[in-house]
């Protein structure tokens, strides 16, 4: 793939960009399902006036385009890898939220639950010990989808300069320095444009695979 415009190696920055990227997605997927579970969980099985608060509140999150929200969470921070982790992490936690309520109000009235509320079981025990492993295929579907989608908003955020900062290699960084020798390096653009386009590809496939597999059980 030759060199850049420094004289690096390419193939060395692109490989070692990936490793940057799935770090930044792997993290901030992790984040939002250590964040949009539990609110999940509470908003379904709580019901009511508090399920009706916590929803409106994620409504209103993502009611924002997604790479605009994460914009508006790092204009509060300074821009690097960790901050556009949280920010990416933050703005895919709604969406975490929403499936796992889904999941949780499609099976709080089954039997077992009710004999865990018999047994006298607290709230807690019943969500995380009762209703959480019944309802972990579609978390660990969303959640893998989620990845790819973390990576290439975490890698726009790094082509815009707020994310992964140099001299870190990073698919979104390298992208942008790439824009102004197109014209006779296109290899510097289309080596991490490929690898990037690959890696969400891969990831979307994934979770469909997980997906077609939860169905099926």
Do not use: C
Not at 96 to 111: D, P
Not at 149 to 175: C, N
Not at 180 to 197: E, K, Q, R
């Amino acid at each position: 793939m030759g060199t850049d415009n420094y004289g690096r190696d390419i193939i060395s920055r692109v490989l070692l960009g990936g490793q940057t990227s799935l770090v930044m997605g792997l993290v901030a997927s992790t984040l939002a399902l250590t964040l949009g579970v539990p609110i999940g969980l509470a908003a379904g099985y709580s019901g009511g006036k508090i399920d009706e608060a916590i929803m409106r509140l994620m409504d209103v999150m993502m009611s924002f385009p997604t790479l605009i929200l994460a914009l508006l969470i790092l204009t509060a921070l300074s821009a690097s890898m960790w901050n556009a982790i949280l920010a990416v992490g933050l703005v895919y936690a709604p969406r975490i939220a929403r499936i796992v309520r889904a999941s949780t109000l499609s099976v709080k009235n089954e039997e077992f639950v009710k004999a865990a509320k018999v047994r006298g079981e607290s709230s807690t025990y019943i969500m995380y010990r009762e209703i959480l492993p019944n309802i972990s295929g579609p978390i660990i579907v969303e959640g893998s989808i989620r990845v790819g989608y973390a990576i290439l908003v975490a890698t726009s955020l790094s082509f815009l300069g707020l994310g992964a900062q140099p001299p870190t290699p990073d698919w979104g960084y390298m992208v942008a320095e790439a824009r102004n020798h197109i014209y006779h390096t296109p290899w510097f653009l289309l080596a991490p444009s490929v690898a990037l386009s690959l890696t969400v590809i891969g990831f979307n496939l994934l979770g469909d695979g997980l997906r077609d597999v939860v169905e099926d059980n």
